[in-house]
C-alpha cells in the first residue's frame, strides 16, 4: 500500500553507508561513525521544505539577499539509540534545542515503557523531529508522537520521525495512528520477526551503538 508520508532515500552514499552499518562486523565506533553520518543525509532530506526567513549577507564583494533557517525546531531524540543522531542534526540545525525522551520496548510486550521526559514545559517550536534508528512495530514511535501532541506540538506545529530503518509494519501503525507525522528513512525492510526485530535490519540499535550485546 502507498503511504504519501513515507519518504525512503534513494541516495547512493546513504545506500552505501547503510551497508556497512547492517554488517554484523562493524564494531561499536565504526557503527556509531556511521549512524552520525546518515543521520547528517536524513536530517538533510528532512529538511527539505523547511521554511527560510530572508537576511541580508555581506560577502567581501557587495551585500546580498541571503537566507537563514525560519523554523524553530526542537530535537527528539529517544534514548537510548537515538542519542547517536543528535550530534549530526544539530550541526545541520545549530539552533535547534534538544529534549530527551526515555522509551525502551518491554522484550515481552513489545510495548514502549516511558522512564525520562525532558520536554520543555510549552511548545514553542515550529516543527519537532523524533530521532530513532529504529521502527519496528511503531509502538515507541507512536507513544513519543503521542507524548509531543499531549505537550502541545499539534498543527502548525509539525512533526517528523527520522529513522534509519523502518519496517513496514512500524510504518503502517505510525501513519495509520498519526496521518500528519511524516517518516524519513534509509530503507524500509521486509518485515518484524517473530520477537519484533526487524529483518534483514542491523540488530539491536542500542547495542550495536554503545557495545552493550546482540541480540537478533
Ligand atoms: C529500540 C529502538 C526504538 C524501538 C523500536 O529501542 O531504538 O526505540 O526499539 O521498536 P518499536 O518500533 O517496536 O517500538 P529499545 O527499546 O531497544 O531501547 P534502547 O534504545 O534503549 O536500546
Ligand atoms: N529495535 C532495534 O534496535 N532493532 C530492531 O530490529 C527492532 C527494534
Redesign the pocket.
Known sequence: METPTLHVSTHPAVAHKLGILRDETTEPKKFREVVRELSWLLGYEALADARLRPIKVRTPLETMDGHELGDRIGLVPILR?GLGMVDAMLELMPTAQVWHLGLF?DERTLRPVEYYNKLPTSASVDLCLILD??L?TGGSATAAIEVLKRWGAVQPVRIKLVNLIAAPEGVAAVSKAHPDVEIYTAALDRQLNDK???MP??????DRQFGTGSEG
Open positions: 539509540a520496548r534508528p529504529m519496528a519484533g526485530y526487524i535490519g542491523l540488530g539491536d540499535a542500542g
